[in-house]
């Protein structure tokens, strides 16, 4: 039994490194996004709900990640704590890079005037603290749901909007470009075609990077009382909310959702790779070299 | 990305967090004796000019009033010989000054001085909030240099409780503008303690001030440390930074098994309740707000919420106050059952999903609280949970001040503060219906015309015995009426190194940071080695 | 002449009419920037007044805030606001901070240098960290070293930097008692020693460098990785040049393009980083001050950051663009 589990496990790693990682990963995002589309459902939670009872419970049966300073279950919590997070993150990160890819890719394909107008734009945002805008952005609009998804995407598009640029700009001169316009491509072509494929994978990278950026930057507005309204189960408010219970010894309070931050966010990472290995032809190449 | 490097990565995080949870202090108390007493607040202060505000209440450390309080908050003269005399009509008071009082650059104390500094209050040019505490005082006047005469408009009786305020030396704002000068980083006072720097951010450096005229400080000074964050603080105290340092209640009952600390737990005045706006349907009815005032769980929340660093509240005068009315308390624990009779009596039925109806009316409410402070927020969650029992549907709403401020005459809010010095501080505006609907004076617009008279015969009565009573009308109306469900009176905790001596808890306000907090004393703490 | 140095010659004006467009660019984008501070805090709903009061806005009354807003001529109408500011700015005058009660040049004065000496420091720390293990990752791509970093810097990076702070302090200032647990120097110092100050900034500027270092490591394996297979790269190894000159002479200087822009983009985030980073170590810098400023609608001193750090990134911004040029012929400079 053991060994034949042993040689099992021995074998593994012989598959392709990327296919196990990238099953893993799936797995656990499908579990993680399977979770929270199934949570009202099976599991309804009322946000305002507390047990003075119950405080600090640790792990049991009853509460499988114990029960934090109000009584309230903890792995329920993260999991709505979750939903919200992977909502903030997602939406703001699409937002984030809608906006900077059509800047991005507008400055790096049109050059001349547009390029120098949007990119002094850029630098002249760019040149706050992200974070200040952000609370200046949640201050205005008060704290809420669309406002830590506007603070986050309206402030993060910067970043990507350069890397697609840039990325443009080092493909220009690429002799596979000049080629393709001898040859009688349009502009349009050979965006779409030649250099869209190129640019695709590190936009990506750069979005999915940008989500629990997003979730960090939601973590970053909870510290400062800014976040959303902190009796919701969000991750960032559910961490914060669990420093004080560390102190005291109630571990699990801050471990949960940390741990459920931690490996989606690295889920989420391991499918980009994955995905990003798959587009490109010539990593396949070295692969196979 | 595989799944042992996850595991390791999970087992990493836990160890780490392990040692967050336990962890021991490496470096004990090791300072000499002589060294200064460190000290760690949260709350720093703004300026040090008592005229902009700092140290108000006494115990400013670098300053003194006039007068100032014993450890049970009694008046004692301070720069005043002796306590101020209060003419017949209650009009008119004289303080005489104290001879021989240096401020720290060795300027001689005048009357001077004091009238400078009320005056500055009373100027519309200084951005002074004070200005509002004073507004009965007409002018202060000094016949000659140790003799100020304070003029009011009405009779004050707890006027004296004013004159705690810092005196600050005239001859330093010359030809200054009080809101910008100098003096405000770099003050210069008669207290205890001098200035040796200020650094915004970090930390305040005191050292004795030899030349005392209440005797020299037994310790060489005092370094007050600023950290903000409470778990931070909770971290350095467990480094072993600090000699005394405020925290939280659950994070200060770490240190109660921990040797070398002592944990205090401060009675104060400083008061949690709901704020109940009549102009809201269902909070204007006052049998909901009756039945609110039984069935919340003070019990509960003084445990579950405080960490049992507080007692139930009743009322805005403290059980430490000789004004407290007994009758106003009620059981600690909630009575459902009283709460659900009270509405049934009152025609408030419980509709299809549970939450009671009245002539269409749905027995629900907001009641919001400031999203930054977590300690309101759980108040406002356990009312909650309270409310729903008695089929009451409130929705918690976690807001910025600035979106709590307009709402207040509509939505309850989870209110605080308190001062045990006088029953008229802070009640008289916040319960009085002169000023109703003026931001935070009576947000609710409570009024009634048995706690106006009560209120107005408190601040007139010169006589101990009948302002008494009428504030025991005021506490009793209150209670009858229920514009505010006060659920707590928290305990400040300190934790307090065990080799300090002379450590002296006394009822706190609201405010406590530099000044007023547990080391209100600190200048008679000494050190063993 | 040769050729090599007219084409040196050309690029070196190239330079200098680049930098002078910049300036000339420059100066409307201050503009706009302090406009845009002024416009945003004037749309707030912040009462500054009600801040300035703090605890006690409980009870004051509204005439005396009153008062207090007039006293200040925040209630005049934003332009007429804004042109005093400038006015004063002309002449030197920064201004009067209602969320600090202090000139706004102090505050500058008092506390801006804490934060460049630890978002300087950081910086440093972050370029030579994420040069030398991005390189080396790229290099053994697919490798263990490779992997083991990609996952290390996933996972700091799902980790909000104020946790990783609290973490470092229980780990090098509780448990082991290394270093100090937070402040500038000892609670008992007197001065500001070079060696105490710098005791105390481990800690702080460790935990904001690794904070940020996953951005960087990330893009330099990539880049590097990139570049490893391009034509040049792939040439000068085929010419049979040693590893390490093809690693660090060819792909990293190929692949350091985008990464220049990263690091003037990356500047604010930093700033960012370091507003947290105070806040867990308790140091006096400008972070704490700014946020305090935002949260209560504080112009003047707003402005000024905002002024400070806008003249510092863009500087940043044309050197790395001109490092840019100089590292990728490409580039005209124009």
Known sequence: MTAAVLTRVRRLPRLRPGRLGATVAGTVLAVAVLACLLAPVLWPLDQSAIDLSQTRLAPSAAHPAGTDDLGRDVLLRSIYGLRVSLLVGVFAALVAAVIGGAVGALAGTL????????????????????????????????????????????????????????????????????????????????LTRHLLPHVLPRLALATTLMIPHAVWHETALSFLGLGLPPHLASLGNMINDGRGSLLAGAWWASLTPGLVLIVVTLALAALTAHWRDHLDPRVRAELQL | MSRTTGVRLAAGTALLLALVACSSPTNPSGAPADAPLIVATAGEPDTLNPVLNYGVDGAALIFDGLVSRDERNHLVPALARELPTVSDDGKSITARLRDGVLFHDGTPLTARDVVFTYQAVLDEKVDSTLRSDLDMLASVTAPDD??????????????????????????????????????????????????????????????????????????????????????????????????????????????????GYRVHKTPTADYRGVMLPMGNPVTGDVAVRRALNVAVDRAAMVNGVLGGAGEPAYGPVPPSSEFAEPAVAGAPTADPAAATALLDAAGWRPGPDGIRVKNGTRAAFSLMYPAADSLRKELALAVTADAKKIGIAVTPEGLTWDAITPRMGSDALIMGYGTPYDPDFVSYKLF???????????????????????LRDGRAEADPARRKAAYATFQRQLATDVPWVFLTYLEHTYVVRDSVNGVVPRVEPHEHDVANSIWWNINTWTRRS | ?????????????????????????????????????????????????????????????????????????????????????????????????????????????????????????????????????????????????????????????????FWLGLAAIALFALSLGWLPAG????????????????????????????????????????????????????????????????????????????????????????????????????????????????????????????????????????????????????????
Do not use: C
Request: glycine content about 10%; proline content about 5%.
């Open chain 2, 432 to 454: 009085h219906s002169d000023f109703a609907g003026q931001g935070f004076f009576n947000p609710g617009s409570y009024a009634s015309e048995v706690t106006d008279r009560a």
């Open chain 2, 146 to 259: 140790t003799t100020v005469v304070f003029t009011l408009r009405y009779a004050y009786a707890p006027f004296l409780q004013r004159l705690t305020l810092g005196i600050v030396p005239a001859a330093a704002f010359d030809g200054q503008d009080v809101n910008k000068a100098a003096f405000n980083r770099q003050p210069i006072g008669t207290g205890p303690y001098r200035v040796t720097s200020w650094t915004p951010g970090d930390r305040l450096v005191l050292a004795a001030n030899d030349r005392y005229w209440g005797g020299r400080p037994t310790n060489s000074g005092v370094v007050v440390a600023f950290v903000p964050d409470d778990n931070v603080r909770a971290q350095r105290t467990r480094a072993g930074e600090f000699d005394a340092a405020e925290l939280p209640p659950k994070l200060a009952s770490g240190f109660d098994t921990q040797a």
């Open chain 3, 1 to 161: 002449m040769t050729a090599p140095t007219r084409a040196r010659r050309r690029r070196r004006t190239g330079a200098g009419r680049m930098i002078r467009n910049r300036l000339l660019v420059a100066v409307p984008v201050l503009f706009a920037t302090s406009a845009g501070m002024f416009a945003l805090g004037a749309a707030s709903p912040i009462d500054p007044a009600q801040q300035y009061a703090g605890a006690a806005a409980f009870t004051t009354s509204e005439e005396n805030l009153a008062q207090i807003r007039a006293n200040w001529g925040i209630d005049d109408p934003l332009p007429v606001q804004y042109l005093r500011w400038l006015g004063n700015l002309l002449r030197g005058d920064l201004g009067w901070s209602t969320s600090r009660h202090e000139p706004v040049a102090d505050v500058l004065a008092a506390r801006a240098g804490w934060t460049l000496l630890l978002v300087g420091a950081a910086l440093v720390v972050v370029l030579l960290a994420s040069l030398l293990l991005g390189t080396l990752a790229a290099y053994r791509r697919g490798g263990w070293f490779d992997r083991a970093l990609r996952t290390t810097a996933y996972a700091i990076q799902s980790v909000p930097s």
């Open chain 1, 111 to 190: 050059g001349g005037w547009v390029d120098r107008i949007l990119m002094r734009l850029v630098d002249t945002i760019a040149a706050m603290p992200h974070l200040l805008l952000g609370i200046f952005i949640v201050a205005m609009l008060r704290p809420s749901l669309g406002a830590v998804v506007l603070s986050v995407g309206l402030t993060h598009w910067l970043s990507t909007a350069r890397i697609v640029r840039s990325e443009l700009l080092s493909l220009r001169h690429r002799p596979f470009i000049d080629a393709a316009v001898s040859g009688g491509a349009g502009r349009m072509r050979v």
């Open chain 3, 183 to 334: 402040g500038l120097t000892d609670i008992t110092a007197t001065s500001t020693d070079v060696a105490d100050v710098a005791r105390h900034l481990i800690l702080p500027v460790g935990v904001l460098a690794v904070s940020q270092l996953p951005w960087f490591v990330l893009f330099i394996r990539d880049s590097v990785a990139d570049s490893l297979r391009d034509d040049h790269v792939l040439a000068a190894r085929a010419r049979g040049l040693p590893g390490r000159t093809v690693l660090f002479g060819h792909a990293l200087r190929t692949g350091l393009l985008p990464f220049l822009t990263l690091i003037g983009t990356h500047l604010p985030e930093l700033v960012g980083g370091a507003v947290l980073v105070e806040t867990v170590f308790s140091l006096p810098g400008l972070g704490a001050v700014t946020v305090q400023a935002a949260l209560g609608s504080d112009f003047p001193l707003l402005a000024a950051t905002t002024l400070a750090t806008t003249v510092v990134v863009l500087a940043a911004n044309l050197g790395t663009d001109l490092a840019y040029a100089a590292a990728d012929p490409r580039v005209r400079l124009e």
